[in-house]
C-alpha cells in the first residue's frame, strides 16, 4: 500500500517497551512494515508559541499536499501521449516516494534546526508558495497554448457537416474568380450516391454537365463539388434540400486556409518547445514540494509529541507501512491497545462512543492516545 501512518510516543522505559509490543505483534500478524522515523531536535521555544505553531502547520500541510497534487496532476496532462511514464517523473531526490519516506532524513542544509521552529516553518511556507506562484504562470502558458491546439484540432474532427474543410479540399477542387460561375460542396447520404449522379445536372437550371467530383468521405456520407451558374445557386440548394443533399455554406480562400495551417504548425512547434522545459520544471519543483511535505510531517510530530507529552522532549517516532487495506481496522486495534496508558479516558471511549471527553473538540473515532498523522501517497497514483 501507498499509505503510512507516522505515529509517536514518549521515549521513556515504558513506552519504549510498548513500541517493542507493537513491532512484535504487527510483525507476527502480517500488519505493517515499522520503521524508525527520525526527527532532530529543535529550539521549542515557548508552549504558547507551539500552539498557534500547531494551528499553521496544520494549515501548511493541507497546502503542501494539495499543491504536490495538483503538480502531479500536472505532469499527467502534459505527459498526454505517455502516461504510462508518469510514475518515472514523480519523485523526490531520484528516487520512489515510497522509499524517500521510509528512508527520510532532516535536510539539516536547507532547513537548519539551529533556528527558532517558527522559523523552519516560514522557509517551508515561502518555498511552497513561490513553487505554487510558479506552476500557476507556468501551466496558464502552456494550457493556453493546449486549448488552442485543442480548438484547431477539434476542427478538423466530427463529421462533414461540422468539421472544418480547409485541410480537405484543394483550389483545382473550385471554380475560382468567375463571375458567372460557382462550385458549391454538397454531403450525400452514401445510400444516395447514385441518385445524386443521375440527378444532380436536372436539380436546376445551368448546371455544369458532368462537374461533380466526390472528394471527401466520413462513415455516413460524401462531399461532393458542383459547379453551376451563380444566379441559380438559390434555386439549386432549394432542390438539393428537397432531395436530402445539403450544399456545405464554404467559400474558398486561399488566404484563409494558408493561415489556419500556418496556425496549427506553428502551434504544434511552441507546444513542443513548451514541453521539455515544462516537464523538466514539473519534475524538479515535485520533488521539491514533496521534500517540503514531509518536512512539514516531522515538524509536526515534533510540535505535537511536545505538546501530547511535555518537556523535556523525549519521544519516538515510527512510520508504520500497512500492508493491505482490509488490515487497517486490525492495526489501529493494536495501536489502540498498546499505547492505551497513554490517555485512559480518550483510549476508553475509541471503544465506547458513548463516552464524552471534557475539552475534546474532536470525534471520538478521530483521537488517539498517541501523536498520529496520515501519508497517501496513493492519491498521486
Same mark, same amino acid.
Given at each position: ?28 500478524s502480517? /500488519?505493517?512494515?515499522?520503521? @524508525?522515523? &527520525?526527527?532532530p531536535?529543535?529550539?521549542?521555544? $515557548? =508552549?504558547?508559541?507551539? %500552539?498557534g505553531?500547531?494551528d ?18 500536472s505532469?499527467v ?12 517523473n514523480?519523485?523526490a531526490n ?7 519516506v ?9 532547513y ?12 517551508l511556507?515561502k518555498q511552497?508558495s ?6 500557476k504562470?507556468?501551466t496558464?502558458?502552456?494550457?493556453t497554448?493546449?486549448?488552442? /491546439?485543442?480548438?484547431?484540432e @477539434?476542427? &478538423? ?6 468539421? $472544418? =474543410?480547409?485541410?480537405? %479540399? ?7 474568380d ?6 458549391l460542396l ?24 458532368r462537374?461533380?467530383k ?13 459547379t453551376?451558374?451563380?444566379k ?17 455554406e ?9 493561415r ?6 506553428r /502551434?504544434?512547434?511552441d507546444? @513542443? ?8 520544471w ?14 512539514i ?20 517516532a515510527v512510520?508504520l507501512?500497512p ?5 487497517t481496522?486490525r492495526?489501529r ?5 498498546v499505547?492505551?496508558?497513554?490517555d485512559e479516558?480518550?483510549a ?17 473515532q478521530?483521537?488517539?492516545?498517541y501523536?498520529?498523522f ?5 492519491l498521486?497514483?
Open positions: 500500500m501507498s499509505e503510512f501512518w507516522l505515529i509517536s510516543a514518549p521515549g521513556d522505559k515504558e513506552n519504549l517497551q510498548a513500541l517493542e509490543r507493537m513491532n512484535t505483534v504487527t510483525s507476527k502480517n /500488519l505493517s512494515y515499522n520503521t @524508525k522515523f &527520525s526527527i531536535d529543535f529550539k521549542v521555544g $515557548t =508552549l504558547d508559541s507551539l %500552539v505553531l500547531s499553521e502547520l496544520g494549515k501548511l500541510d493541507t497546502f503542501a499536499e494539495s499543491l504536490i497534487k495538483r503538480m502531479a496532476q505532469v496532462e502534459v505527459m498526454e501521449d505517455a502516461k504510462g511514464k508518469v510514475q518515472e514523480l519523485l531520484g528516487v520512489d516516494l515510497t522509499s524517500f521510509t528512508h527520510f532524513e532532516w535536510d539539516m542544509a536547507k537548519p534546526v539551529k533556528q527558532p521552529l517558527v522559523g523552519v516553518a516560514d522557509t511556507t511552497l513561490q513553487i505554487e506562484m510558479d506552476l504562470s507556468r496558464a502558458a502552456y494550457d497554448l493546449r486549448l488552442s /491546439l485543442e480548438n484547431l @477539434k476542427k &478538423s474532427t466530427g463529421n462533414l457537416f461540422t468539421r $472544418t =474543410l480547409s485541410d480537405i %479540399v484543394n483550389k483545382e477542387d473550385f471554380v475560382l468567375s463571375e458567372y460561375l460557382i462550385t454538397v454531403i450525400v447520404p452514401k445510400q444516395s450516391y447514385t441518385q445524386w449522379q443521375k440527378t444532380y445536372e436536372s436539380l436546376s437550371d445551368m448546371v455544369v454537365p462537374s461533380t466526390l472528394i471527401a468521405e466520413d462513415s455516413e456520407g460524401g462531399l461532393f463539388t458542383v453551376l451558374f451563380r441559380v445557386m438559390d434555386d439549386f440548394k432549394t432542390k438539393a434540400k428537397e432531395n436530402k443533399f445539403t450544399v456545405r464554404f467559400y474558398y480562400d486561399e488566404k484563409e486556409i494558408k489556419e495551417r500556418e496556425e496549427m504548425t /502551434l504544434l512547434s507546444k @513542443k518547445q513548451q514541453y521539455g522545459p515544462l516537464l523538466r514539473l519534475k524538479v519543483n515535485f520533488s521539491e514540494a514533496f521534500i517540503a511535505w514531509i518536512h510531517k516531522a515538524l509536526r510530530v515534533f510540535v505535537e509529541s511536545v505538546l501530547r507529552y511535555g518537556l523535556p522532549v523525549n519521544f519516538q512510520l507501512q500492508h493491505k487495506k482490509s488490515s481496522k492495526l486495534e493494536v495501536l489502540n491497545s499505547f492505551r496508558h497513554l479516558v480518550a476508553a471511549s475509541i471503544l465506547d462512543a458513548s463516552v464524552e471527553i471534557p475539552g475534546l473538540q474532536l470525534n471520538n478521530d483521537y488517539f492516545p501523536v498520529y496520515h501519508i497517501d501517497l496513493s498521486l497514483d
